[in-house]
């Protein structure tokens, strides 16, 4: 494959764009490819390769990249009339009401540009609402490039993870591993009283792609109800992908007290939202005290493109359709890797889908056939990954160096690195998901 366009863009870049990018992730090695266009599911470069797409510009679409007829029309239509205006539009409405109709736990909805805007003024909103400080998040989890989030360390013992952040921002966050039981009742014991909210994926989408254990989101349920403290869901990855309409949420039974949206509810347009019981949510300004705003809230185009994409996946059956391909692909690799690499792990559910160069544990006769469901009576069950530092173990070097690098001159776009998802459009075909599983044979 040449890259010379992509190289010399890059080049260009790096004189004026730090690190060349304007999203760290995407400075890949050597240098990150330019896209020139999508087309279906694939997307092609500056110098013409094509690949076929499971970034999908990490989640928000759903539909690939020819969005359908109605959506392209209700975007067109809506930028030609003028593209925002500073004060309500019918369209904000009718998204909303989308959204309470079909997530359980949702009454009302605030709309923001970003998941990170969205997980800020969810934390501002807990701690408004509980009148308390502290937030319990997951060791390793990313809720956007937000102060109160970016932190390392364990429990109460955390430090801010980027320069420019004060320690008074870590001093407020405590971290327990993802699925552990232990911690989570015991940072409750020693905080309890302080805890404004626990905030975690309902999946690590992010980190690896990893499974609740059994009952342990119904723990978090029980411990916040308990002390007072709301849960919040960060459903950015997991809306409108993991169960359907209905969200991870729904998919798992659980009634969070906050949600936080992004990325698909937006139909590629910039977005995020945050949602909840209006009890909680009518806390926001104006209905409320807690400030929250935005120029570009509500955006017009974004609304009629998140409304459209949804809208077209309930009567298209995109999600029976997604779900099913990245079922062939979980269970095509999870073959692969019984033959090629056993002690790796395929991961996902819905279609979301990930291979972790776990180290140890083979495959027997009995394991979860198209990703790890966190399945007691699996034999890998000891062995796959359940939290963040369990991935973080894994052999990322060689994913990243060796195996991605492999697969992008397979043409094979994945996302770079041993944590975030893959994800599966409804513009994917069979075909696409064939030659994918070829090209996983041959790298892996
Ligand atoms: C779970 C989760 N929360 C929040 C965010 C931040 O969203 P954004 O990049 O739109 O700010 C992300 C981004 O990938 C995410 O995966």
Same mark, same amino acid.
Request: proline share 6%; aromatic share 8%; hydrophobic share 35%.
């Given at each position: 494959m040449n890259h010379d366009e992509s190289r010399d863009l890059y080049d260009r870049a790096l004189s004026v764009m730090p690190g060349?990018?304007?999203?760290?992730?995407?400075?890949?090695?050597?240098?990150?490819?330019?896209?020139?266009?999508?087309?279906?599911?694939?997307?092609?470069?500056?110098?013409?390769?094509?690949?076929?797409?499971?970034?999908?510009?990490?989640?928000?679409?759903?539909?690939?990249?020819?969005?359908?007829?109605?959506?392209?029309?209700?975007?067109?239509?809506?930028?030609?009339?003028g593209p925002m205006y500073g004060a309500p539009t019918e369209v904000e409405v009718e998204l909303a009401?989308?959204?309470?109709?079909?997530?359980?736990?949702?009454?009302?909805?605030?709309?923001?540009?970003?998941?990170?805007?969205?997980?800020?003024?969810?934390?501002?909103?807990?701690?408004?609402?509980?009148?308390? #400080?502290?937030?319990?998040?997951?060791?390793?989890?990313?809720?956007?490039?937000?102060?109160?989030?970016?932190?390392?360390?364990?429990?109460? #013992?955390?430090?801010?993870?980027?320069?420019?952040?004060?320690?008074?921002?870590?001093?407020?966050t405590l971290t327990v591993p993802f699925n552990d039981e232990t911690a989570i009742h015991e940072v409750f014991e020693e905080h309890g009283e302080d805890i404004a909210a626990v905030l975690t994926e309902p999946i690590l989408g992010n980190h690896g792609i990893v499974h609740p254990v059994e009952g342990y989101h119904q723990t978090l349920r029980e411990l916040t109800d308990q002390y007072g403290a709301l849960l919040i869901f960060d459903e950015v990855i997991t809306g409108f992908r993991v169960g359907g309409l209905q969200c991870a949420q729904g998919k798992f039974g659980i009634d969070p007290d906050i949600t936080t949206f992004g990325k698909i509810v937006g139909g590629g347009f910039p977005?995020?939202?945050?949602?909840?019981?209006?009890?909680?949510?009518?806390?926001?300004?104006?209905?409320? #005290?807690?400030?929250?705003?935005?120029?570009?809230?509500?955006?017009?185009?974004?609304?009629?493109?998140?409304l459209e994409t949804l809208r077209y996946a309930a009567e298209n059956d995109v999600y029976d359709y997604v779900n099913d391909l990245g079922e062939r692909l979980r269970s095509g690799i999870a073959d692969i890797l019984e033959d090629q690499a056993p002690s790796y792990t395929v991961v996902g559910t819905d279609s979301m889908f990930k291979v972790i160069f776990t180290r140890d544990g083979a495959f027997g006769e009995e394991h979860c056939e198209s990703g790890c469901t966190q399945d007691p009576t699996c034999p890998r069950y000891e062995h796959c990954p359940k939290n963040g530092a369990d991935v973080d173990r894994a052999e990322t070097e060689r994913w990243e160096r060796l195996f991605w690098p492999a697969m992008k001159d397979e043409g094979i776009f994945l996302t770079p690195n041993q944590f975030e998802s893959q994800f599966v459009s409804a513009a994917h075909t069979a075909d696409d998901v064939e030659q994918a599983l070829e090209a996983y044979k041959r790298v892996l």
């Open positions: 060349g990018v304007n999203s760290s992730v995407r400075a890949t090695r050597p240098y990150p490819f330019f896209v020139q266009k999508g087309d279906g599911g694939h997307v092609i470069d500056a110098d013409g390769n094509r690949y076929i797409d499971f970034v999908m510009g990490y989640g928000p679409l759903l539909l690939g990249h020819d969005l359908p007829e109605p959506v392209q029309a209700a975007v067109q239509q809506r930028a030609s009339e009401e989308f959204v309470a109709r079909h997530v359980p736990s949702v009454e009302m909805v605030r709309f923001v540009n970003s998941g990170t805007e969205a997980t800020v003024s969810a934390v501002r909103l807990a701690r408004g609402y509980t009148g308390r #400080d502290k937030i319990v998040i997951m060791e390793g989890s990313y809720h956007g490039a937000q102060e109160s989030t970016l932190v390392d360390g364990e429990r109460d #013992d955390t430090a801010p993870s980027s320069p420019g952040i004060p320690e008074s921002f870590a001093e407020h977005v995020g939202a945050i949602g909840g019981k209006s009890e909680i949510v009518e806390h926001f300004t104006p209905a409320g #005290d807690v400030f929250q705003s935005g120029t570009f809230s509500g955006h017009p185009v974004t609304m009629a493109a998140g």
